[in-house]
């Protein structure tokens, strides 16, 4: 059931990312370009930047570090595969693979759709959207190996 329910949530996430830039058009800067030329203004960017980047990367093994310690979590816990309850938080991971699996996928839809229209702006956003998921990914991938006593042994 949840492999299905898995499929179902990757086509839906590539499906509104493909819709997703077509709704509305971009909305030109209402900032003055000569404050947009300020250093200030450069400096913020980079900021967002790098927290969309390494944000996740940053705070999922300090969720699952917190998570880890939880008494209610599981003593023992799995490693994320296409069957596995991703809403099961019990065993947190899942979750977060999950969100970096759909983010992805739609980062990749909403990408494709602005390059067929060749919308710069948009495929701007759809590459950061990949990139935090990326980031969202190796974070997880991070926590695994961290938390490495914590996880269920295959072999």
Known sequence: MWFKIRVLGIVLSVIVGMGSSHFKKAPAFIL??????????LVLQI??????LAGPLLFVPLILWVQARNPVSSPVWTLPN??????NFQDPV????????????????????????????????????????ISLFL????????????????M
């Not at 900021?47 to 969309?52: E, F, G, Q, T």
């Not at 296409?82 to 809403?87: M, R």
Request: with cysteine; hydrophobic share 55%.
């Open 32 to 41: 003055p370009k000569e404050f947009l030329a300020e250093p200030v203004w």
């Open 139 to 154: 974070g997880v991938k991070a926590s695994m190996r961290l938390f490495a006593t914590k996880y269920q042994k295959i």
């Open 82 to 87: 296409w069957n596995s309850n991703f809403l």
């Open 94 to 133: 899942h979750f977060f693979h999950f969100g970096a699996v759909l983010g992805f996928v739609y980062g990749l839809g909403y990408f494709g759709d602005a390059f067929v229209i060749f919308d710069k702006l948009k495929m701007a956003a759809g590459a950061c959207v990949i990139a935090s998921s």
């Open 47 to 52: 900021l967002i930047l790098l927290l969309v």
